[in-house]
């Protein structure tokens, strides 16, 4: 089987153009076509000899992903990207300016198979996990189009990270190399429904990035009736894996609660969480829920939202409610969703 050259680390490429009896800076020289000047095909790289780039042809796969379509938000300038990769699988990426600079939200698997009941990008199931390149290409893709440069990546878009572990890392890893698109570490967030075992392995890394938990409930019941994966990874053990990845990194961790009217926008519901999260160290995302065609679930009114954000503030949490951003392209949170064009 050929291999995917746009997932190799530095070091690797360099073994890859030895065995191919090719000189050392010859990795260099391609490490940074495809992950400096973003290249889409070998064409481009006016340095390589033909030879060469018959060779890599031969031994090696090139990822891309075509941009099917964009659509841009007129309330904010969001832009939603829909990519085609190799095999026809379809994944969507988001394009969003904050002041602080460009910001890509990113899918990491083709669907999604934790079936959290608000969300779009669960409804067909999970296609496929993405590759590190596939990963890496929506960012290099939008870069391309957008002509900007991004500096946060934020790993929310359809998929569930955590189960695609392997492949994240060496993602991670890729896109803060320092010979890449060296892209900050405190400027990446990972965010996961709860696979506890994993969150425990990425804590170990001991890598600077924000680790966000979908909370969506404050106790296990609740939390399970809108998350299905909360019945193989109850509450406590999910807070306490949030707990031990603040110790072993000191990275404060967010967690996000989509307030769903009469669902989980209580002022019950407010004084539950605040006894969840007391005395941790977080941050506290409040999402007024998006809403899906298929699901029931209506937003919480902005007076409810304001409530409860009071009732979490009088308990000195730190809270803010999130700006939705590209809501009339459906690019905002859990409206991403597999589509066959
Ligand atoms: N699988 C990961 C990341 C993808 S979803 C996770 O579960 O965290 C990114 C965020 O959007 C999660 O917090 C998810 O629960 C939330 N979300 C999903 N559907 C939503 C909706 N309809 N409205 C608001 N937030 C939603």
Known sequence: MKKDIKSMYPD?????????????????????????????SYDEMTNIPNSLKQKLEENFTYVTADTVTVQTSKIDGTKKFLFRLGDGNMVESV???YHHGNSVCISSQAGCRMGC?????????????LLPS???????????????????????GTGEPLDNYDNLIRFIKLITDESGLNISKRNITVSTCGIVENMKRLADEKMQITLALSLHGATQEKRRSLMPIADRYPIDE?????????????RRVTFEYSLISGVNDTADD???????????????????????????????????VMRFKELLEQKNINVTVRREM???????????RRRFG
């Open 12 to 40: 690797e490429l360099k073994k890859e153009m030895e065995a191919l009896g090719e000189k050392p800076f010859r990795a260099k020289q391609l490490y940074e076509w495809m992950h400096v000047k973003l290249a889409q």
């Open 95 to 97: 394009f969003m300016r």
């Open 117 to 129: 009941r608000f969300c779009a990008s669960t409804i067909d199931g999970l296609a496929r996990n």
């Open 134 to 156: 596939e990963m890496l290409e929506q960012i290099y893709a939008i870069s391309r189009e957008t002509k900007e440069r991004v500096s946060n990546v934020v790993v929310m």
């Open 238 to 250: 999910v807070v306490d894996a949030c707990r031990y990845y603040f110790e072993k990194t000191g």
């Open 270 to 304: 407010a004084r539950n969480l605040c006894s969840l999260v007391g005395g941790l160290n977080c941050h506290i995302n409040l999402i007024p829920v998006n809403p899906v065609a298929e699901r029931d679930f209506r937003q919480s009114c902005r007076r409810s």
């Open 326 to 336: 590209g809501r009339d392209i459906d690019g905002a949170c859990g409206q991403l």
